[in-house]
């Protein structure tokens, strides 16, 4: 096709996609979430090779490259990290970190804070997203099956054992699925109880919520800021099988107690009214 034919189809096409990005909210949030998409699929396609070149094959030492990587995407969709407390990460050895989990989002904030030598646990279908599972696979992620318990725990006391023979963090989102209701699920166990399997410090961190700026349900995808704490070492050492519930719950309150002060929010008692957070 001659230049100025192109000119002629390609100039109202996109002035047409522009006014419909700036009409309808829906379209606007949509083409927003598959930018992000396409990036991971884009810088993790970009990724491989260098991880591969550097460090042969997988191994926690390509996070550090992946880290650098996916830090620079904040600037893209306007995110800032408020971080406060990074020295909690400076134990000797291994350690289990739970965080919080509100969207595909967070893959920024894990990585603004991403400790050295730290793997995360993830579902076993990220494994099939083209690029990103690749990048994931050569990042040293753990994979596992949630549909099967015995599985997962399998997969999770071989994790135990590798933590401390390679001297390996590993982080773990223990609500065990995406949650943006600007509250915390109640967590599984999973975490816990490799952490005291393994007689690790757990590492709470917590990310204040999203929903200010970015809200599936009302369209919402705005820049933002985000306040992320990263609270000091719950120690595990003399625990054992009987202690998984309450070090579980404890972790679970002082969490969510963060999460409803950072976020500047409501507290839900019992998924009721909501009332004022201290
Ligand atoms: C360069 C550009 C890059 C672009 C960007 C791309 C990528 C970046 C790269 C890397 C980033 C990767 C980030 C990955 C993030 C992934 C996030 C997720 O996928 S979250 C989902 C997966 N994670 C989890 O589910 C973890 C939390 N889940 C658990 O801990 C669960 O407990 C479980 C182990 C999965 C089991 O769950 P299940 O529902 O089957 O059972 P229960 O939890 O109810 O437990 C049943 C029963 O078993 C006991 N239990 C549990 N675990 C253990 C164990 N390890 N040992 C012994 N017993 C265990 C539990 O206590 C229950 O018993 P009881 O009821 O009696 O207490
Ligand atoms: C050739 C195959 C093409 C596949 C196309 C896949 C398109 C998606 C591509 C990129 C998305 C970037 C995602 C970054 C990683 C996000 C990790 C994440 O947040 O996973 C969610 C998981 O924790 C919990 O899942 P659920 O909430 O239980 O669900």
Known sequence: MESGGLLLWALPSALLLALLLQLSPRLRFRAKVLSYCALCLMASALTAPACLLWNGGRTVENMRIIKN???????????????????????EGPCVIVSNHQSVLDMMGLMEILPDRCVQIGKRELLYFGSVGLIMYLG??????????????????GVGQAMTTDNVKVWIYPEGTRNGNGDLLPFKKGAFHLAIQTQVPVI???????????????????????????????????????????LCDTCYTTMRETFFRLSGTARRVNGSTPHLAQ
């Open 140 to 157: 040293g992620v753990i994979f596992i099956n949630r549909k099967s318990t015995s599985n997962a725990k399998s997969v999770m006391s």
């Open 204 to 246: 709470p961190v917590v990310y204040s919520s999203f929903t200010t700026f970015y809200n599936p349900e009302k369209n919402l995808f705005t820049s933002g800021r985000i306040r992320v704490e990263v609270l000091p070492p719950i120690h595990t050492s003399g625990m054992t099988a009987t202690d998984v519930t309450e």
């Open 69 to 91: 990587v996916v830090r620079s995407f904040k600037y893209l969709y306007g995110l800032r990290f408020d971080v406060k407390g990074l020295e909690h990460f400076q134990v």
